[in-house]
């Protein structure tokens, strides 16, 4: 089992070895200080894992959280406190776990405007071809909220997906959009 250290709102892998491992399968987590990694080889540094990555390895049996006193957290007590920590948390949770589930790579989008930038083969080895937005199904969106998605993944060159949480339903419903020249 991976150890792994919750520090605010990021959890570190001390061991290289350790994050050589989850980096080689999954492409789990970033290495610090070092931008693009290319493959395991190019992890020597510690692994630094989103709170929303933490959770779903914690749920899979991955890896081990512990806090700065050393007591460990259980898979529900780090996902309340992921949720205390971030907007919309439960809504992006249940967006990024079924994509895993579904096979992707799910990496932060927020350089492209958007919750999640996803990956088919993965970092390295492709551009990521989808922006995902997780929105609440019973939230409202402005066509000029659409638009302004829009825009920033057709300038970037990626297909803009929708991603609606049904909360009563535990559902989730994928809209992707393609933008034309008319």
């Known amino acids: 089992m991976v150890k792994a250290l919750l520090v605010g709102s990021k959890v570190l892998v001390p061991s290289i070895d350790e994050s050589r491992y989850l980096y080689s399968n999954g492409f789990y987590g970033k290495p610090i200080g070092i931008s693009k990694p290319k493959g395991p080889k190019d992890i020597v540094r510690p692994l630094e894992l989103s709170l929303i990555e933490s959770v779903y390895l914690t ?8 806090d700065k ?11 309340e406190y992921s949720a205390m920590k971030i907007n919309k948390f439960e ?23 958007a919750d999640f930038a996803v990956y088919t083969l993965g970092p390295g080895l492709e551009h ?27 300038s970037t060159k990626k297909r803009l997906v929708l991603a609606l949480v049904d909360r009563k339903s535990e559902g989730i419903r994928y809209i992707m959009f393609k933008w034309v020249k008319m």
């Open 69 to 79: 006193n050393g007591d460990l957290l259980e898979y529900k007590k780090l996902y």
């Open 128 to 154: 990521a071809p989808y922006v995902v937005i997780a929105v609440d199904i019973d939230e409202e969106i402005t066509p000029h909220e659409l638009l302004s998605f829009g825009r920033v993944s057709h």
């Open 59 to 66: 749920k899979k049996g991955l890896i081990n959280v512990v």
């Open 91 to 113: 809504i992006l949770y249940k967006v990024y776990e079924d994509l895993r589930e579904k096979g992707f790579i799910v990496r932060s989008g927020v350089k492209y405007g």
